[in-house]
């Protein structure tokens, strides 16, 4: 332990301090009253660099420091020689916290009555774990709770993703204002049936998304129709809402783009529409659409059909994992082994099992040995809150508005291992998709419920994000 200097006051510095309010619990008020809560706000250091060749410069333990220890005497604070910086400034310790506010008006009268005096600052606290500022973020507990998130806070003090691509081959988008920043371009719209389109054509340069509403026997005799999903906006929101905007929700991979490329509509879509999609989307060229002039490194498919792999798919995933593309699959909501459905059984994909918010397996995941890992799909048996939070419209039939909702399902599991691919691709482009799937099945954590065949683990963002810096 240095000493702990006491000194006696020689001419303070013209500077008034109002008397503090003594710090409790970590909040206080300051001396305007103003409310304070973070810690952030507070500083037990301080940092002096005095100028070459002055005494203070020489020996900070021993030296005259009349000015420093005057500015901030008023304020009731103490302070002692701590260590000196490589740079030869001093870190000096206060005998407690205060106010980021008054150090710097203490340091601002230091600087300005000592001339030997190059700079003096509060040493200032940063945090880990950036907690977005969304407003309805809250509600996302599928980012950030203990039992089942995904430890996204963690993971964006390393990375948010900036730079890379991702494909949602999808229903579209919407340009919702809380996702609209980070779609890349109006994507491609690979729907070649125009009663599936719903939009009037056949493929076209817009994969905006016109509603996939049906009526009741439209898809086949036993359906019942429904309101339109919005299912490709939701996706992406996960992937890459528009975060700290102070307003709706968070992203994953919020420094990622988007690249919209519809193959769903009316009735879903078909696997030739989809093998070209994935093509596109890698970077590959298509009879009669413009090139992709900004290839997706990662795609995100919330889509399950019956049956083996169709073997033009199987074609169009190979040739995107030549492309260094990863694929990324949704295990299905069936209940049942994921082995039976397209694209889960697909060689050479990310299959992603769901759980609910207990972290046990969600009622309707597939599973099986072809799953890779599990992420947070929700499951709203209990509570609608118990979904996954993103970005919708508000239409029922064509779109209205921007909305929010709680979906459920592999579909919303599997953007959720799709952010995190994005991040991880940040801080190492040079990662192929077989790197990928190794990291994230070594970095998965157990699951705290029972979730049998769901693959190595739960998804753990921050711990993936790390294996791929090293
Ligand atoms: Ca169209
Ligand atoms: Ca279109
Ligand atoms: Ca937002």
Redesign the pocket.
Known sequence: MRPLFRFSLIAAAAIAFAPLTALAGGASIDPIGEATTSHADYASNLIIKYREGSAGRVNANALNMAVAHAALLQSGAQMHYYRTLASGAHVMQLNREMPIRELEAAARAMVATDPNIEFAEPDRRAYKALTPNDTQYTKQWHYFEKTAGINAPAAWDASTGNGVVVAVLDTGYRPHGDLARNIVSAGY?MVTNVST?N?GNGR?N???DPGDWHFAGQCSSDDRGGNSSWHGSHVSGTIAAVTNNGAGVAGVAFGAKILPV?VLGRCGGQASDMADAITWAAGGGVWGVPANTTPARVINMSISGTGSCPAAMQNAINFARSRNTVVVVAAGNFNKNSSGYWPANCSGVISVAAVGRTGGKASYSNFGNLVTLAAPGGDMANSQADGVYSTVNTGTMSPVGDGYAFYQGTSMATPHVVGTVALMLAKKPSLTPDQVASLLKSTARSFPKTCDECGAGMLDSAAAVAAASR
């Open positions: 719209d389109a939009d076209d817009s994969a905006l519809r």
